[in-house]
């Protein structure tokens, strides 16, 4: 029963009486389904979680920076105005 002849409609034939005929098959192709369906949900996520980490790692880094330039400034401030 191989359909690596290439022949997209042998293959649907093939893979339709299979399912017609055994109902574990039918779960087994179901379930596999499933998981690549998961398994392209979970790639998108893991992409979308990376845009979203790189945003907030930029505002963090624009943040610290502020934070030091300012705390730098009233350091630089308070040592001029002779403490």
Same mark, same amino acid.
């Given at each position: 029963?191989?359909?690596? @002849?290439?022949?997209? @409609?042998?293959?649907?034939?093939? #893979?339709s009486? /299979?399912?017609?005929? @055994?109902?574990?098959?039918?779960q ?7 998981i690549?369906?998961?398994?392209? @949900?979970?790639? %998108? ?11 907030v ?8 920076g $502020?934070?030091?330039? #300012?705390?730098?400034?009233i350091?630089v401030a308070?040592?001029? %105005? $002779? /403490?």
């Amino acid at each position: 029963m191989s359909t690596k @002849d290439n022949n997209p @409609d042998k293959e649907v034939k093939v #893979t339709s009486e /299979l399912v017609k005929n @055994d109902p574990l098959t039918t779960q087994i192709l179901t379930d596999m389904l499933r998981i690549d369906q998961l398994s392209q @949900d979970v790639k %998108s996520l893991k992409i979308e979680t990376k845009q979203r980490f790189d945003k907030v790692e930029n505002w963090l880094i624009g943040i610290m920076g $502020g934070v030091f330039t #300012t705390l730098l400034a009233i350091v630089v401030a308070l040592l001029t %105005s $002779g /403490l």
